[in-house]
């Protein structure tokens, strides 16, 4: 007999613990954590880290005002009461490439362990953390691994080893761990539009020979994407995502898109661009920052950026989510309000076809090229 499932079973963010990305440092002081972690953040521009710690600070009472105060650099400084929850703090921790945790408080997924002598016992203490050590730091180079260390691990002479003012290996270690979780790229070409003003389905327009669906296709393909079509009502074909966020235009389609693989970013692209060739959709690639929540495509004397030839990041699926809480189904609202890689083109290379007059007359400058 089947089990009875109560809820759908959605596909998740590959997280761990607190963060898509963490690790815990422990096996010394606190000071000497923070330390570290402030040094290793210096030489990791431009990814965006945080540091999650706990006060040392005793009988501390809940605070009745919750205080935001914002620096006019951008800077924020929030004070609130707030308990630690895991779903809470992934909530807080998405939109970071790497989240470094202070190991004497909290687990990670992934660890770095420092060699202290004076701290031998608390490193005893949290042995049963010590799950997936990347690499282990001596605070002085005389210093020998602890006979609990070489029994619970006996290769650990092979994990990589490093001395404290090593700062620059550190850190090229570090970004190797944020580059591994990188997220893969598909494509996603939304083809369930009403089309109300060219009066028939746009995707099957042909400018170049054959219905624009295929042919933007193969500029996704082309360039090794994995790509599927985001249509409006459900389809037996693998190749297609059905609309699960009804009646919201392209954010239904590119959330669709997250639900289904909430793991990889996705590039969007419209049918209406018939001038969009696979250089730049070669260019859009090479251009990409995964830092940011998008990397989108703006026309050079273009006001905003074009929200359907974009890549979303897996970071930006939480945002899209808040501003559909808030009541905006705008992507491109997004877009402008939040941290955008933007890539800059002839506007002509993304001139929107939304009439019929609009196709002939692309239909004929294409023609004339050819």
């Keep these: 007999m089947n089990k ?40 990791l521009s431009p990814f965006t880290l945080a540091y999650f710690d706990a006060s040392h600070a005793k009988d501390e009472k809940p605070n009745s005002l919750s205080t935001f105060t914002f620096h006019h650099e951008g800077n924020v400084q929030i004070s609130s009461f707030q308990k630690v929850n895991s779903y809470q703090q992934k909530l807080d921790f998405a939109q970071f490439d790497l989240v470094f945790i202070n190991g004497n408080h909290f ?74 979780k990188i997220a893969p790229i598909k494509g996603l070409i939304l083809i369930g539009g009403k089309s109300v003003r060219m009066g028939t389905n746009k995707s099957l327009l042909e400018f170049h020979g054959k219905p624009q669906k295929e042919v933007a296709k193969e500029s996704l393909e082309n360039n090794h994407l994995e790509t599927y079509f985001s249509v409006a009502n459900s389809s037996e074909n693998d190749n297609s995502i059905s609309d699960t966020f009804l009646n919201l235009g392209p954010l239904g389609g590119i959330c669709s898109a997250f639900q289904k693989d909430p793991n990889s970013a996705w590039l969007v692209l419209a049918t209406d661009l018939p001038f969009v060739d696979d250089e730049l959709i070669k260019l859009l690639l090479q251009k990409r920052n995964p830092s940011k929540v998008a990397t989108a495509i703006k026309g050079k004397n273009k006001e905003f950026m074009e929200p359907l030839i974009t890549i979303y990041e897996p970071k930006a699926y939480l945002v899209l989510l808040q501003y559909l809480a808030q009541g905006y189904s705008c992507p491109r609202k997004m877009l402008i309000n939040n941290d955008v890689e933007i890539v800059e083109v002839d506007d002509d290379l993304i001139r929107n076809i939304n009439t019929p007059e609009e196709f002939e007359l692309s239909k004929l400058t294409i023609q004339s090229k050819d």
């Design 107 to 180: 687990e990670g997924a992934k660890q770095i362990l420092i060699l202290d002598e004076e701290k031998e016992a608390s490193v005893l203490k949290r042995l049963h953390q010590l799950k997936d050590i990347q690499f282990i730091i001596k605070l002085k180079n005389d210093i020998e691994f602890f006979p609990f260390l070489i029994e619970k691990f006996p290769e650990i002479n092979t994990i990589p080893c490093f001395s404290m003012n090593e700062i620059d290996k550190i850190s090229n270690h570090i970004h190797l761990l944020i580059q591994q």
């Design 4 to 43: 009875h499932q109560k809820h759908n079973n959605l596909i998740r963010r590959n997280n761990d613990f607190f963060a898509p990305n963490e690790i815990a440092i422990l096996g010394s002081k606190c000071d000497v954590i923070s330390d570290l972690v402030h040094k290793i953040s210096a030489k």
